[in-house]
């Protein structure tokens, strides 16, 4: 009988490892680097991402996942109950927790981080990786039911995945087939090994990112009910509590693994997402042109949707019928999970979907901005009907002919992929060539931490400069996050005057400072002659070289305010924080108004705040939670919102004294008449025209954008740089 045949009648034991396994392994292996080159190419030097594929974000988003795994590497060997407590975002604690912490990806990351110290290494290695483990692991588990013919199939489809780097936060789904895997054996058999690995399994993915948090929860929503189902005769007292152990123990960890972002929401740093201004990706709509786009340019291509055609086709022995049914629930979750909460039928329809359930009862399910990502599920799924269709059109065969309509299949598939052009190689900072300014820090900077001059202006140059703090892990003021603190520009308001003395009284009354790094290189013409001449007191030069200088910092304070900074108990100017109570008479008005307004420019609004109760408001500080700010929102004239953002006060609004401050504002793309409606808000507490200051409204007569001419004469000027005194508004 061929290995088909006795397949298909439902194999349920993994038998060892053959030979022919192992080069299996090793053929996907060379598949993945001839998917990824030149990632390949010296890889301990260079990274590999498309800036004009992935906008704007793409290089902030490498640099921060190397600067990530780097830190996990670097202190779980050193202080491991510090994991959360970063070197970025100083003096902020949990620094970690503005962003995923992707601890899954260690075990790949790690032991390539710890022989050699290269965290672009490192990662290049980790994200090759996840390609060959994702096709052979899900070749392992669907060997059980169609044969190694039809299973290496499913496994070169599996591979494909998610498009490429820098999407690394999606490429490490290699653990579902072994959670499936794991899953099936347990309820089979019940060996104390097979539980084992379903809690390693997932405990390895699980915190690989929130995206596969969760997209492992609707694996289970899939998986789980059917193989329950299909091992019903089974199922004793043994096979539940081992399940429910298992789950036990990874809801605990993953629980103590989330404290650090439950407590950056309590202060009010994480946005809540309401029905009223939802994000792109959940908007209907949109979320069914990327998965439409996905599944047409990415997921298995036109074979593999054929051969899915022929799996689902009814009939076949019994392990046919349980993948047939297993990849077959996969594709349907993964789908349903993409289209996010209404499913979109057209421009103007949607549909109602289970998808608002979970939002509703999974904690953090509703922070999700991209449900398309749940695709990644149904890829599973179609790559196991696809090994399950090529098993069905061999059946009966001989090995030769199931063996090379397999070899012929994979062929296909990667032909059909390797159009797509590569990925530029960028040349990156590593161990053979770290500039000399943050060798003498990891050699000299006694862990004081290091503000950077001058201050990163993109979100990419912060991200690198934390990737640099890699090679020296001194604390540093600069840093990039998915929702970075609001302190930074207000420390760097002061540290960009430098060295002028008082700049320099200011920053250390304020931060624990031990070294200001100056790129020389970086400067502005202007600025550089300040740093020829004399310097004040307390800030020396330590060491210096072409390109950049170091200066030690030892000013003493002289008012103490660095206990303020980032207080919940206390604002900057020393007001209580509490909340406001049933009465809180005030006013907001209109102070300066720019014309025109310009459609998709930005315009900083100047507004005027009048506290007429008897109590000073809290408001200057930079954990919103409590605090008093204020909340803008631009409406159509329908009422419908384009946009929502809060703004901070500068100081604590005093009874009766008029406190001026600058709202910025992101004009509409379209022009048109809309509305400004601007609330004095204390976040997380209440509106304050629901104690007594009214909403102010505002029209915007928004005009179109005037043809730029050929001297570049009537251009849109570049947005103003945020003021010193009003914090970041976030994404």
Same mark, same amino acid.
């Given at each position: 009988m061929t290995e088909s045949a006795g397949s298909a009648r439902g194999t349920r034991d993994l038998r060892g490892l053959h030979?022919?396994?192992? #080069?299996? #392994?090793?053929?996907?292996?060379?598949a993945a680097l001839l998917w990824l080159w030149p990632l390949p190419h010296h890889p301990w030097a260079n990274s590999v991402y498309d800036p004009g594929g992935f906008p704007a974000v793409a290089t902030a988003d490498f640099y921060l996942v190397v600067w990530i795994l780097s830190w996990f590497a670097h202190v779980v060997t050193r202080a491991p109950l510090h994991l959360f407590d970063a070197n970025t975002f100083h003096p902020a604690p949990l620094a970690l927790a503005y962003s995923e912490h992707l601890i899954g990806y260690l075990p790949l990351f790690g032991p390539f981080w710890w022989a050699?110290?290269?965290g672009i290494l490192a990662l290049n290695a980790t994200a090759f990786l996840t390609y060959p483990l994702s096709a052979w692991f899900t070749y392992l588990f669907a060997r059980r039911f169609v044969g190694r013919p039809g299973a290496a199939v499913a496994g070169a489809f599996c591979a494909l995945r998610y498009e490429l780097p820098p999407h690394f936060h999606l490429l490490g789904a290699q653990w579902f087939p072994v959670i499936l895997y794991a899953l099936d054996?347990?309820?089979?058999?019940?060996?104390?090994?097979?539980?084992?690995?379903l809690a390693l399994a997932l405990l390895l993915q699980c915190p690989s990112s929130v995206c596969l948090l969760y997209a492992t929860m609707f694996l289970g929503v899939a998986a789980g009910p059917l193989l329950l189902l299909e091992h019903r005769a089974r199922l004793d007292r043994r096979r539940i509590a081992g399940l429910a152990l298992v789950l036990t123990v990874v809801g605990a960890v993953l629980v103590v693994s989330m404290l650090p972002y439950l407590t950056l929401r309590s202060y009010g740093l994480v946005p809540d997402y309401d029905d009223e201004l939802v994000p792109l990706g959940l908007i209907p709509i949109y979320a069914r042109l990327h998965l439409d786009?996905?599944?047409?340019?990415g997921g298995v291509g036109l074979l593999g949707y054929v051969l899915a055609l022929v799996a689902i086709v009814p009939g076949g022995a019994l392990g046919w019928r349980r993948v047939r049914r297993l990849g077959a629930a996969l594709v349907v979750v993964g789908v349903v999970a993409a289209l996010g909460p209404r499913v979109a039928i057209d421009s103007t329809t949607a549909l109602w979907s289970p998808y608002v359930l979970l939002m509703q009862v999974v904690p953090g399910f509703a922070t999700v901005r991209q449900p398309a990502r =749940?695709?990644?599920?149904?890829?599973?799924? =179609?790559?196991l009907l696809a090994g399950l269709g090529v098993t069905r059109l061999v059946h009966g065969r001989g090995a030769r002919v199931q063996h090379a309509v397999a070899a012929a299949c994979v062929a296909a598939v990667l032909a059909a992929r390797l159009w797509l052009p590569s990925h530029p190689a960028h040349p990156e900072t590593a161990p053979g060539s770290v500039p000399e300014a943050y060798r003498w820090l990891a050699a000299n900077g006694d862990g004081r931490a290091v503000v950077e001059l001058p201050r990163a202006r993109s979100d990419a140059a912060a991200s690198r400069r934390a990737y640099a703090s890699t090679y020296h892990w001194q604390p540093i003021l600069e840093g990039y996050g998915a929702y970075p603190p609001q302190h930074r520009a207000y420390l760097y308001a002061f540290a960009e005057r430098l060295p002028d003395e008082g700049a320099l009284q200011d920053l250390v009354d304020r931060v624990d400072v031990g070294w200001v790094l100056l790129h020389r290189d970086e400067l502005a013409p202007a600025d550089a002659p300040r740093w020829a001449g004399a310097l004040p007191v307390g800030l020396? #030069?330590?060491?210096e070289w072409a390109d950049a200088a170091v200066y030690r910092v030892e000013r003493p304070v002289a008012s103490d305010r660095r206990d303020r900074l980032l207080s919940t108990e206390r604002t900057l100017d020393g007001t209580r924080i509490a909340p406001l109570g049933e009465r809180c008479e005030g006013t907001l008005e209109l102070a300066e108004w720019a014309e025109p307004l310009v459609a998709g420019s930005e315009v900083r609004v100047a507004l005027r705040v009048e506290n007429r109760s008897a109590a000073v408001w809290p408001a200057a500080g930079f954990y919103p939670r409590s605090l008093v700010g204020a909340r803008g929102v631009?409406?159509?004239?329908?009422?419908?919102?384009?946009?929502?953002w809060r703004t901070a006060l500068p100081h604590d609004p005093r009874p009766s004294e008029p406190l001026a401050f600058a709202m910025p504002l992101r004009l509409p793309a379209q022009p048109g008449r809309y509305l400004l409606h601007v609330d004095l808000v204390q976040d997380g507490v209440m509106p304050l025209r629901d104690c007594g200051a009214p909403t102010l409204t505002l029209p915007l007569d928004v005009v179109a954008k005037p043809l730029p001419i050929a001297d570049g004469a009537g251009e849109n000027p570049a947005p103003p740089e945020s003021s010193p005194a009003v914090a970041d508004t976030g994404r």
């Open positions: 030979p022919a396994d192992v #080069l299996l #392994l090793l053929g996907y292996a060379a050699t110290g290269n054996a347990w309820l089979d058999a019940a060996r104390a090994r097979h539980a084992v690995l786009q996905y599944l047409a340019r =749940f695709i990644i599920v149904a890829q599973l799924g =179609f790559a020396t #030069l330590a060491a631009v409406r159509r004239p329908d009422g419908r919102p384009i946009s929502r």
